[in-house]
Structure formats: C-alpha cells, structure tokens
C-alpha cells in the first residue's frame, strides 16, 4: 500500500459499526439494498435494522468517500422482473475495512491482556 | 404486466420529491424499491408490527430527507472523502435544535405532558377506532375483489322509499341476460351452524348462485370456487368455500383443509376452497365466513324456502352483476327499464306491489357492496357515533390548549428575556409550536395503540355467540387520519398560545410584574371558554348515557303482558328432515317430543310455537276479512304465529274473549284463529269478533275466528300493538322452523341441557343453536339501546374526566396568578373560608355556563334519539338533575385543592414581596 494511501484510509477510521458492516457484507459479493438489509439483520441477530432513508444515505457517503461502487441496475435472480441497483466495494473499501479491522483486534487484544473477554459471559 | 403499486408505495414515492434533487436521481428509486421489499416482507408479521414497520419507515424517510436539505445548505465545506459523519454536520440548526429543547423542556414538567399526552392519546384514540369502524364498513374498497367500481347491484321495487328492493330468482334468470351485463349473480345471506370436532359455532355465510366468484373475480387462496355441476339451483350439492380468517383462526392454515368434511346445519360438507384474504360479503361489507351454493336440497334459510326459488313473487335475493367492458351504468339502467317494461306485461299480477303499483328495475354502482341507502344510513349511524368521539377529542384538545395557554403565560418573562435579546418573533412561535407538535404526536402515537387495541376488542365481540359481523382494522387510511386528527390538534392547541406567549409586554414582564399585577383576569377569557366548552361537551355526553340507563331501567320494570322467567327455548330446523314423511307423521314425532319434555321432573309445561315474542324474526301473512277494504297505501300484511294449544298457559297469557286454542283444533276440524284486540278494531270496529272469518295467506284459506288474545308485547317494548293473529300448529303443520318453549320448575340451566339431549336423541341431531332462556332471547330487542348506553357512558365518562383535569388545570392556574390578591384579602381580614369559598364558586360559575350550553345539546340529542329511548322522556328532569349535581360536586372537588393553597397563603410572605 502507498503510504499516503494508507493515510487516507486511516483517516477515515474509526468507521461506524453499520459501515464496517457493509463493507463486510459487499466484500462476499455485490448485493442490493434490501439485501443488505436482509444480512446486517442476520449478521447482528435482528439488533440492526436499517430502513431506506437511512441506509442509501450511508451508501451514497460510502460511494462518495470511494469505499464502494454503485453498478447499473440489473435483474434479482429468483425475482421475476424486479430490477435492483448493486453495490460493490472498491479496493480502498476493503483496504478500509482491513484497517479497522486491524485496529479493533489490537483493541480486543488489549482487552484480553487485562482479562475483561469472558468476565461479563460467565 | 407491470401491477400498479398499493397507495402506500405510491405515497412514499412521491414523498420522496421532498428530497434535493441530486440525490433524488442518485438514490430516490432505490429506496422506494427497498421501501416496497421491506413492506412486502412486512405482510407476514401481524398488523401491529407492520404498522410499526411503516411510521418507522415515514420517519426515516422524512428525517433522511432533512439531513440531506441540511447538508446541501451546509455547501461550500469541504465534502467527498473527507466530509464529516451526517449526524455531526450542523446541529445547531433551528428545527433539530428546537426538538431537543423542546424533549428537555417537556422532560422538566413530566406531569404536564404526562397529563396532556394521556388526554390526547384517549382522544385520538377514541376518535381512530370509531373512524376506523366508518373507514371499514364505508369507505374502505373491497378486497379480494378485481375492478370494484365495474360492480353494480340490481334492486326490484316501487319509485320512492321502496326502490332498492331484492329480486326473485326467475325474474333475475330473464334480466342478467341483458347486454350491459358481463355476468351477474344471485345471492342470500344467511346464519349457518358450523360444527367440527365437537364444536359448534354459528357464522355468518352466503348462499350464492352459480357464477357469483366469477362476477367479483375472487381469487381463491386455496383450493378453487364453485363449478357449474355444483350450483344447479335445486340441485346443488354440498361443497363450500372459507374464509380466510377462518382458515386461520379454526384450521390453523392448514392446507390439507381442502377436502375435509365439516358439518355445516348438520349435514356434510365438502371444503373445496378458501377465500381471498379480506374478502367479505357484498352486503354492508359483513364479516361472512362461509360461502355455499344456493339452492340445496332441504338447505335454506328461515327466510328463503325451496318454493322461493320458482315463485316470481318471492323477492328475497340480492343481485351482483359486472357491467359489460363497453357499457356504462346508464346503458344498464336504459335496458333494464326495457326489461321491467316487459316483465310487466308477461306477468301482471307478479310485477305490482300490494297496492297495485307497477315494480321497476334499478341499477345502482355498489363500490363498497352497499346500495345507496344503505350507505346513506351506516354513514349517518357511525357519524352519528363520531359526534360524541369527535367531542371527546376536542374536549381533549381544549384541554391541552388550556394548560399550554397557562403554560405559556407562566413563560411569559422567558419569552420577554429571549425577544428583548434579539430573538425573531416567528422563532419563539415555531419553537412553541415544536412543542405542541410533539405532544400531539406522542399522544397521537398512544392514541394508535388505543385505536388498536378497541378495535381488537371490537372484533372480538361476540352479539349472543355470533361473532361481530364487521372486521375492524388499522390501515393507512386509519393512520393518515390519526396523522391529520393529531397535526389538526397540534395546530388547533398550539397556534394560539404560541401567539399568544411571543407577544408579551416587555417591560413589565421583564419587571416581574406581569403575573401579580398586571394580568387582566377577564371574565370571558379563552382560558374560560375553553372550560366551559368541555363542561358543555362532557354535560351532553353524561345526560345522554343516563337517559339511556334509565330507559333499559324502565324497560326492565315494562309489563310485557307475558311472564318471560324461567323458560327455556330451543330451535327446530325441520328441513333437514330428509325423510319423505307425511306431515302428520312429523306432527306425531313433535308431539312425542312434547311429551316426553313433559315427562321430566323439571320440567312445568311445553309448547311449540313458530317465533317467540320479542325476538328479531317474526313473520307476517297477508290476512283478509269480509267487507274489509284497506286503503290503497295500507299493507295487508300482519304477523302471525303458529302455536300448540298449551302455549298461552305456558306463557301466562289469559285470553280475553272466546276460547283457546285446543286439542280437537285438527286438520279434521274447522280451521281457527286467535287475534288480538287491535286486529280485531281494525276489520269489526264495532262487532263482536268472535265468530267471523279471516283469510289467511297466499292460499286465502279461510279461518274462524275463535278467541281475542289478551294484549302482550309482539315486536318491540316500545311498540303500538299491532294486529296479530295466531293459528294452530296441527292445522299448519308444514313449518320450516319450530321453537321449542319449556317452564321449568326450578334454575333454567339444568332445563338447557336437557333440552338439547332430549332433541337430539327423539330427532337423530341437535337442536339449530344453543338452548338459551326466552329472557335472552327477548334481550335482543334491547340491544340498540343497550349498545348506546355503554358507548356513551364510556364516552361521557372520558370527557368528564378530561374536563376535570381542565378545570382543575383552570382553578389552579388562577389561584396562582391572585396569589397576591389572596395575601391581601387575608392581610385585611379575611377568613380562609371565604377565599377557599371565592375559588369554588369561581369554578362553578363556570360550571353552571357549561350546563346552560350542554343542557339543551343533551335535549337535542336526547330528541334525536328518542325512538331507542323506552319509557323515557328525553327531557327527563330526574336525568338532567342527576348529572347537574354529579358535575357541580366533581367541579367543586376538583377545585378543592387549588382553594386550599389559595388559602394556606401566608399574608406576611405576599406583603413582603410587594
């Protein structure tokens, strides 16, 4: 990675927990918004709900910040005829989400040196 | 072909214009696709959830679309990979900030809004479940029904208020066939015994012609609609369709149903489909749950019998038709008016009423299943349901715009400080309306929950085990009314505080001296008028449901002319009877069942009998008599029952003239009547009745007059006897239906059990419906009144509370305000008696002003109502007295505590601070 990239990416962290999410759910493959609804939903067992104002505007600052990539809009699979715009992250994305990914693991680390992983669980 | 989206997606669509237009065209079809997936998602969770589902989904739009008008005026800063998180870009900005001002303020008194959200919610709410019960039954398109406003309904009857009559079956044969129809069915409504595994519950159905799911374009959800072999009329077999809710509710949506047997009156049929979801009855939108093919062997109901199905005069069935692609309504009307001319000439004695009057045709547009005077009068009674809800609401908006009003003025110096700072007057009234906007909504929100949870309620009702025959539900019509009824409050309580509060006089105010001195307390003061407004309403609302108890109370002491204690009754459906038995022979087995009735120890006496007193189904016969000539607007028709000779004993009715009935009354014999004293006025007005001759029915048989019953209550407690005659069950033994009436000896609930035993073991099946004691039954003929006095006192007990609530708010806030007043009567000598003394009569003056304005709005309604009321004068003094001095009391006690601080005023302390 260039160093002023990096920068760049490193600046935007740390990222919000539904934009981390996104970018989690696009680097399996492009997905449409509802399907996005659908995965964030699954992945935080249902404590995430996004609904539509709020989760194109994220996307929209998400493109705007280069992370991902709006695609044309193509046809759902298994849907009929209904037609739905892609999203898809861009290499900045997923160099973002690695960075942070990265940055909360040296947290949790921490955490567990201090031995707080597993107190409250008990 | 592309479907055309539910109004909802439609809405929000357009709603999405509110958004800048740049990132309308980057996301806007984006979120309404995502808006219509998540709606879709929604349809599996049940109603509350969804509804949940959509105001989350309006907020999220609208507050989306306020962060991004917020950040496009924000333009200029640096954006793109480097902008700021949304929610950190200007949050200084009016309107967020004045919400979260208002939230602190609001979290500062806690009482207050606690107070003002609960009155408003019990409004909104009140006001949405009634609206929603109007949105059901009127406004509400049908579902499950294709193209609705292609519907129409064909009525036969005489110009005037006899136009929208029913057809018979042959003359619908001849006029479905015109070219302006499409297609056109026949159909009657009908209550049916359904039993499966043991239980027995009676529904709601339809008995329809063949083509009659064809005609609405019902898709089934399951299974399939009626085939043509199925629905010959005469000959139609057993098979019947569902509902969807009870597909749910009885068979757990099993869909293994389709096939299954059940029992329906007592004979098998096969389940072959299950209606669409929602999909009610085309009359009056009931909540019908089965649907059967007419004209079933030995199936019909009380009304319909299988003679009705070939006989020209008998007019008992609805018609639904689909207008033709190409034709109007008008087309229709043109060839249905060739049509009756036609009718008319081929069958002259058919197409007449009973004073000679030539039928018509009528075609009327039933968008929502309701001929036009039908709709006309649902309207007007829910409407007439809505003025006393709408009158709760706006009690609670005035009460909400009197604590406001008191609210603002004890802000009055804040107002003065931040104006004299520079702020701009339309900021404080916007701010100030943020709050009653906010209150309005949080109220509206619980209002919401109310609306649902009567309207489950509602749906749960069950009248004498039939379950309520409109289905009650929130849908976006509901919720767009609460949002309006809610926005309309906010603005109705808000605006003029709000005005008010900006307008202060500076310098005063900012001198402390506004709320000791310089307060005008007028004596016809918004705030006054407010007060006075809710005491009216709550006055009004209170006389009403009195006047309604005291009528069931008067109609519980009204001499019925007959003793309804201790008797049982049950229902014989005798057309089941599939066996081809003589009448006699049907007699024989009745009279064995009367017998061995009698036979058991607690049992006093029996009798059979063709209706019962009081009860909703009565039938009537066109009775004659020699040298009697009705005027021509006069009908001939007069109810009648048939009965066994015991029956006047039974019911402990003497007989005033002649004799009895009695056993030797047969076939064999003379035919015999029994009138009453009014028909006997009305065809031998100074003759001796006994002896002459009636003649009875379509057959005119002749019958002897043999006895005059004594006066007893027929159709309604409130009623002018009418003419009425009754004939022996062994000279008419062919009767479709026969109540069987038994005195007990003892407890009435013994007698039930045992009745339906013996039925079902002398019969081979159960009584048609549970035995029930007469008194039940004779209830029924209450029920109206009953039914408006439990809605008003519910009503009339929430506008007292909430004008207590506002009066005490009142009281309080003047007593605050002539604190100083209070110190300076009391410095020079007053007793505490006397300022607590000046305060209540303060609160009552206004009270009496309130009853002077209710007083006749009670009358008025009590006037308008007077047909339900029993017994009663709708001005009756008792009543209005009654709740005069609940009211004052509750006036005088709400103004107890707020005189009691008045009076703990220490005189010292005021002087001081002058």
């Keep these: 990675m260039k160093k002023d990239e990096l920068k760049a990416v490193e600046q935007l962290l740390p990222l919000s927990e539904v934009d981390f999410l996104i970018l989690l759910v696009l680097a399996d493959g492009d997905c449409h918004g ?46 009929g005829d209904q037609r739905r715009r892609y999203f898809r992250v861009t290499d900045r994305g997923l160099k973002a989400a690695s960075a942070e990914a990265i940055r909360m693991k040296s947290l949790v680390q921490q955490a567990e040196a201090r031995r707080l992983i597993g107190r409250t669980a008990q | 072909m592309k479907r055309r989206p539910s109004p909802l997606i439609r809405i929000y669509g357009r709603m999405i214009g509110l958004y800048p237009a740049d990132v309308r065209t980057a996301s806007g079809q984006d979120m309404t696709d995502l808006f219509e997936d998540l709606l879709q998602e929604s349809q599996g969770k049940n109603r509350l959830e969804r509804i949940f589902f959509v105001v989350q989904a309006f907020a999220d739009l609208l507050s989306g679309c306020w962060k991004a008008r917020r950040k496009q005026s924000w333009q200029g800063l640096p954006t793109a990979s480097d902008s700021p998180p949304f929610d950190k870009i200007g949050s200084h900005l009016m309107l967020g900030h004045d919400l979260r001002f208002t939230v602190r303020q609001l979290r500062r008194s806690p009482g207050f809004a606690l107070v003002t959200i609960l009155s408003l919610a019990v409004g909104i709410g009140a006001t949405s479940a009634i609206f929603s019960a109007i949105n059901s039954i009127v406004l509400r398109p049908p579902q499950g029904v294709q193209d609705p406003q292609r519907l129409v309904s064909v009525f036969t009857g005489t110009p005037g208020e006899r136009l929208y009559g029913l057809n018979s079956l042959p003359d619908f044969e001849e006029f479905s066939r015109i070219p302006a129809l499409q297609s056109a069915a026949a159909f009657t ?193 829910l409407t007439t349901l809505m003025v006393p809800v709408g009158l709760v609401l706006l009690i609670a908006c005035s009460n909400v715009a009197n604590m406001l009003l008191a609210r603002a003025t004890r802000r009055h110096r804040e107002m003065a400080l931040r104006l004299a700072l520079g702020a701009g007057r339309a900021r ?71 005005l008010r509060a900006s307008r202060p006089d500076l310098v005063p105010a900012l001198k402390r001296e506004y709320s000791e001195g310089s307060v005008r307390l007028r004596r016809f003061s918004l705030r006054n008028f407010l007060v006075v407004v809710q005491v009216a309403g709550s006055f009004a609302m209170l006389a009403g449901s009195m006047l309604f108890l005291r009528s069931q109370q008067a109609a519980g002491q009204v001499d019925m002319g007959f003793d309804p204690e201790n008797i049982v009754t049950a229902r014989l459906n005798l ?61 001939r028709e007069v109810g009648f029952n048939v009965v066994t000779p015991g029956y006047f004993d039974l019911m402990r009715i003497s007989i005033a003239a002649g004799r009895t009935l009695q056993a030797g009354d047969t076939l064999s014999s003379t035919p015999v009547a029994l009138v009453n004293r009014p028909l006997a006025n009305r065809f031998w007005p100074t003759e001796n009745p006994i002896g002459k001759t009636l003649q009875f029915g379509d057959s005119r048989q002749t019958l002897q007059v043999v006895g005059v019953v004594r006066d007893h209550k027929l159709r309604f407690l ?75 006192g519910v009503t009339g007990a929430l506008a007292l509370f909430l004008a207590l609530v506002g009066l005490h708010g009142v009281v309080a806030y003047t007593v605050s305000l002539r604190t100083r007043e209070m110190g300076i009567r009391m410095a020079v000598g007053a007793a505490k008696s006397s300022v607590i003394g000046l305060v209540i009569r303060q609160a009552l003056s206004l009270t009496g002003v309130g009853f002077l304005i209710g007083a006749p709005l009670a009358m008025a309604f009590g006037a308008l109502a007077s047909h339900l009321l029993y017994g009663i004068s709708p001005f009756d003094p008792l009543t209005f007295g009654a709740v005069a001095l609940a009211l004052s009391t509750a006036a005088a006690l709400a103004s107890f505590v707020p005189a009691m601080r008045a009076a703990s005023v220490d005189p010292v302390q005021t002087l001081r601070f002058e």
């Design chain 1, 34 to 79: 509802y399907g996005m609804v659908k995965e964030i939903r699954q992945r935080t067992d249902g404590k995430t709900s996004l609904l539509p104002g709020n989760l194109y505007a994220m996307l929209r600052r998400l493109e705007g910040q280069g992370l991902i990539e709006g695609l044309d809009r193509q046809a759902v699979p298994g849907s």
């Design chain 2, 189 to 381: 409504l009908d209550l049916l015994d359904l039993s499966r595994e043991g239980s027995r519950k009676t529904l709601l159905a339809e008995s329809v012609s063949g083509s009659y799911f064809q005609v609405l374009g019902m898709r089934p959800a399951l299974g399939r609609g009626f085939l043509a072999d199925e629905t010959k009329v005469g000959d139609a077999h057993r098979v019947t369709l569902i509902s969807h809710s009870l597909w749910v509710g009885e068979f757990a949506q099993d869909p293994s149903v389709l096939g299954r047997t059940v029992l329906i009156n007592e004979q098998p049929f096969v389940i072959v489909g299950v209606a669409a979801p929602g999909f009610v009855s085309r009359v009056l939108s009931l909540k019908a749950d089965l649907w059967v093919p007419l004209g079933i062997p030995g199936m019909v109901s009380e009304e319909v019998q299988p003679k009705d199905f070939s006989n020209r005069r008998s007019r008992q069935f609805n018609v639904i038709a689909r207008l033709a692609p190409e034709a109007s309504l008008e087309q229709a009307q043109a060839q249905l008016k060739v049509m009756a001319e036609r009718l008319r000439s081929t069958h002259p004695a058919e197409w007449q009423d009973e004073s000679g009057e030539p039928l018509q045709l009528t075609v009327a547009d039933t968008d929502n299943g309701m001929p036009p005077k039908a709709r006309k009068a649902a309207a007007a009674v």
């Design chain 2, 428 to 498: 404080l009234v916007s701010q100030l309306l943020m709050e009653s906007f906010l209150l309005a909504v949080a109220g509206g929100s619980l209002g919401i929950g109310i609306a649902h949870y009567a309207s489950q309620q509602l749906n749960r009702l069950q009248l004498y085990g039939i379950p309520f025959p409109v289905d009650i539900a929130l849908d976006w019509r509901v919720l767009a009314f609460v949002l309006a009824a809610s926005l309309a409050g906010g603005a109705f309580f808000g605006l003029i505080p709000a």
């Design chain 2, 575 to 635: 057309l089941l009877d599939q066996s081809e038995r003589t009448a006699e022979a049907k007699l024989q087995q009745l009279t064995a069942l009367r017998q061995r009735l009698q036979q058991r120890p607690e049992i006093e006496s029996v009798s059979l009998a063709g209706s019962l007193p009081l009860s909703l189904v009565q039938r009537s016969a066109e009775v004659r008599a020699e040298g009697f000539q009705p005027d021509p607007q006069e009908s």
């Design chain 2, 718 to 792: 409130n009623e002018e006897q009418p003419p009425h005659v009754w004939i022996p069950l062994a000279q008419h033994p062919d009767q479709p239906f026969l109540m069987v009436l038994a005195r007990t000896h003892g407890a009435e609930g013994p007698a039930l059990a045992l009745l339906s035993q013996e039925v079902e073991e002398l019969m081979g099946r159960p009584p048609l419906l549970a035995p029930a004691p007469l008194r039940d039954m004779i209830d029924i003929s209450l029920l109206p009144n009953r039914l408006a006095s439990s809605f008003l």
